[in-house]
Structure formats: C-alpha cells, structure tokens
T-cell receptor
Framework: DADVTQTPRNRITKTGKRIMLECSQT?????MYWYRQDPGLGLRLIYY???????NKGEISDGYSVSRQAQAKFSLSLESAIPNQTALYFC?????????????????FGPGTRLTVL | GQNIDQPTEMTATEGAIVQINCTYQ??????LFWYQQHAGEAPTFLSY????GLEEKGRFSSFLSRSKGYSYLLLKELQMKDSASYLC????????????FGTGTQLKVEL
C-alpha cells in the first residue's frame, strides 16, 4: 500500500464550485505539505502543517484553505474554483528529525491530483 | 528570499554521462535535495547534500559547494528510463526547514 495517498486522482469542475482534495499518510510523519505544479513554474508551496495545531501559509495560499483533521490527514480546499487553479496538486509529508537515510526534511510525495477548472 | 536556477532542458545519449547544474541563493542553508520526476508522476528522492563534496549512489552522484551556492547531479551510463525532470530543492532554516524547489531540468535521453 502507498504511504501517501491522494483523492481524487483526477477532477474536472466548473468555475465557482467548491472543491476539496484529500491527503492521507501512513508514514507517521508530523509534517504535511500541499504544492501545486504548473508547467515552467515548478512546485510551489500552498500550505504546510508541522502538526495538527500548526498550519502555515506558503508562497501561494490565496484562494486556498486547508484543514489538518488528524496527524495522518491534511485536506486542501478551493472555496470558489477559478480556471487558473487548473494544475497538478501534490501532497507531501516529512519527519521533523533525521530520516533513515540521514537527511533532514526529505519529503515523500503522494501520486498527485490533476485538477481542471472549466 | 530564495532563488534557485537550473537549466530548463538537456539532451544526452544513452550510455553517456550528463551533469545537471543547480545554483541557489538562500539564507540559513540546511541541505540540498535532488528529486526525479517522470511525467505526470510524483517526485521521488534521489540524493541529499548538506556538506561540501560528492555523494555517490550507484549511477547517480551529487556535488555541493556551499561557498559557491552550487550543486550538480551527475548521471552515468544513461538509460532511456532516465528521461525525466530533475528537481533541485533547497532546505533552509528560516520558516521551519521548508523545501524550495527549482523549476526542474527536463532530461531527454536519446539512442
């Protein structure tokens, strides 16, 4: 079973609709992240959470909100979707200490959600 | 703020060696990661450098010079399956060790 899962994997919606993307992890990590990826712009951080009570805005949080329901779950919402939010969305997790590879903050990514807003 | 630069595209021949460069500017440097991402898939971890020098892992090696704000990823004995985007990402102590990603280098391996 995958350690980081995202639902849905694909979604097509219309302008103005509310959309929720969900992320779950079984890695036991405290830290979770939401990114969007656009061609030519790379991965950009939307929101991140270092534990259930600690949620922070990333570089492009406008138009998005998040909820950390539990250590293992981190949801991203688009309150009123617009076409320029069409993108590939990734959830990621990391531990706060050293990984088994001896790295700090190595992030593990979910499979992504391809969102299209018409 | 942080700034990460890497070439947009590179092409190399199967069996050859390719070097993908990454330059960065950041305060509170706390490590540099390389990820591989095949089209439409999740990024996967390749390597990590926090001290100057070369880290070797099979066909992949990564080098870091902190004084120059420079890293490279070296791929040897290229295979067709190495065709992918390679993402350079910097971890900095400001803001809780978040990763900032470069825009990625799209590598195409040809016969």
């Amino acid at each position: 079973d995958a350690d980081v899962t995202q639902t849905p994997r694909n979604r097509i919606t219309k302008t103005g609709k509310r959309i929720m993307l969900e992320c779950s992890q079984t890695k036991g990590h405290d830290r979770m992240y939401w990114y969007r990826q656009d061609p030519g712009l790379g991965l950009r951080l939307i929101y991140y959470s270092f534990d259930v009570k600690d949620i922070n805005k990333g570089e492009i949080s406008d138009g998005y909100s998040v909820s950390r329901q539990a250590q293992a779950k981190f949801s991203l919402s688009l309150e009123s979707a617009i076409p320029n939010q069409t993108a590939l969305y990734f959830c990621a997790t990391s531990d706060q200490g050293l990984s088994p590879k001896g790295t700090y903050n190595e992030q593990f990514f979910g499979p992504g959600t391809r969102l299209t807003v018409l | 703020g942080q700034n990460i630069d890497q070439p947009t595209e590179m092409t190399a021949t199967e069996g050859a060696i390719v070097q993908i460069n990454c330059t960065y500017q950041t305060s509170g440097f706390n490590g540099l990661f390389w990820y591989q991402q095949h089209a439409g898939e999740a990024p996967t971890f390749l390597s990590y450098n926090v001290l100057d020098g070369l880290e070797e892992k099979g066909r992949f090696s990564s080098f870091l010079s902190r004084s120059k704000g420079y890293s490279y990823l070296l791929l040897k004995e290229l295979q067709m399956k190495d065709s992918a985007s390679y993402l350079c990402a910097v971890s900095s102590t400001g803001g809780g060790n978040k990763l900032t990603f470069g825009t990625g280098t799209q590598l195409k391996v040809e016969l």
